[in-house]
């Protein structure tokens, strides 16, 4: 009886620790569509990789993690701070969306497409300040007192013309309907600059239709993986010399590649997917290499990085992917 007991309560009590294990290895191709521009499906596969998280493990998953090598067991502070999961599950969702178009962003400006500014995109507001009242999320800022904006520095930079308490005339978009005034007063930040209390995203005007389908995926360690991927997609030859590459990074829309977690658990999915290389953010090259085994691993900076490291592979076209004029 006691040890019914004893193995009841380990089931049923929920620890504050969650579990971080080796995820998949999954083909990016699969997760784009292009409409309006040739397309040319590679040999090889540009693959994205994941780790498997589980929340607030009872007692035996706890101990079967810790003793697992692949698997770290994470107080769930330490894997999202002190933000509550329903806040820390969107800012993921909306992480997800920016990687994508950074994604784009990086690649049609690449390959020629320069003016795809098309303003700022709302992807959150602060209820404690007045712009909560005129704007919300996708919502699209196009102009601030009649100066265009193309994208979020244009508007953080005309914000921070003004001083606190000023006024501001906003042109919005808001769906498909015409641009509209939107007039709104300016609070202040903790270093006493203006501020109009929204996060932004770029909204691109796309010359052809993309869709990058990430499904339940969140976060934005998939972004330098779409990168290559698209371009791959949108660039005769095989960007990896027909065969599997993974990879893992953050990438914003100038290109650079930023850090992501669970790179060990992440190497643990490459090694087991055959993948004949893994491109990781330099700050995760360590950690990568510390799980990779025979894997080869290497590390980039910038997505013209990933593209040299890519040009080592026989058969891969990226050398020849110098950018080019559109049309």
Excluded: C
């Excluded at 019914?4 to 009590?13: D, E, I, K």
């Excluded at 055959?274 to 290499?289: C, H, I, T, W, Y």
């Excluded at 990226?318 to 950018?323: G, Q």
Aim: proline letters at 7%; a negative charge; glycine letters at 10%.
């Amino acid at each position: 009886m006691v040890a019914a007991l004893v193995a009841s309560a380990g089931t049923l009590v929920r620890l504050p620790y969650d579990s971080v294990a080796p995820g998949s290895a999954r083909r990016v191709d699969d997760l784009i569509s292009i409409k309006g521009h040739p397309v040319y499906p590679p040999e090889g596969k540009v693959l994205f990789t994941t780790v498997s998280v589980r929340e607030r493990l009872n007692l035996w998953e706890a101990l079967a993690g810790w003793i697992n090598e692949n698997t770290d067991i994470v107080h769930e502070e330490n894997l999202r701070g002190p933000i509550p999961p329903e806040e820390y599950h969107q800012l993921n969702v909306e992480a997800m969306a920016d990687s994508k178009t950074a994604a784009e962003a990086v690649v049609l400006r690449h390959l020629g497409f320069p003016d795809l500014g098309g303003g700022a995109e709302v992807t959150g507001t602060d209820p404690e300040l007045p712009s909560a009242q005129v704007l919300g999320a996708n919502d699209v800022i196009v102009a601030i007192d009649d100066r265009p904006v193309t994208g979020p520095s244009e508007a953080v930079a005309a914000i921070r013309a003004h001083q606190p308490g000023d006024t501001v005339r906003l042109s919005v978009v808001r769906g498909d309907a015409a641009p509209a005034e939107r007039i709104t007063t300016l609070g202040r930040n903790d270093e006493g600059q203006a501020l109009l209390g929204v996060t932004l995203g770029p909204k691109l005007r796309l010359p052809f239709e993309i869709v990058i389908d990430s499904g339940t995926i969140e976060g934005p360690s998939a972004g330098l993986a779409y990168t290559l991927a698209l371009l791959d997609e949108l660039t005769p030859g095989d960007l990896t010399g027909g065969v599997d590459v993974a990879v893992t990074g953050e990438i914003d829309s100038e290109g650079k590649v930023g850090a992501v977690g669970g790179v060990g658990q992440k190497a643990e999915a490459v090694r087991r997917s055959g993948a004949a290389l893994f491109l990781v953010p330099r700050a995760n090259l360590e950690e990568a290499r510390a799980q990779a085994r025979d894997l080869q691993v290497k590390a980039v900076d910038t997505f013209d990085d990933a593209l040299k490291a890519l040009a080592t592979l026989p058969g891969s076209n990226a050398d020849s992917l110098a950018p080019s004029a559109a049309g």
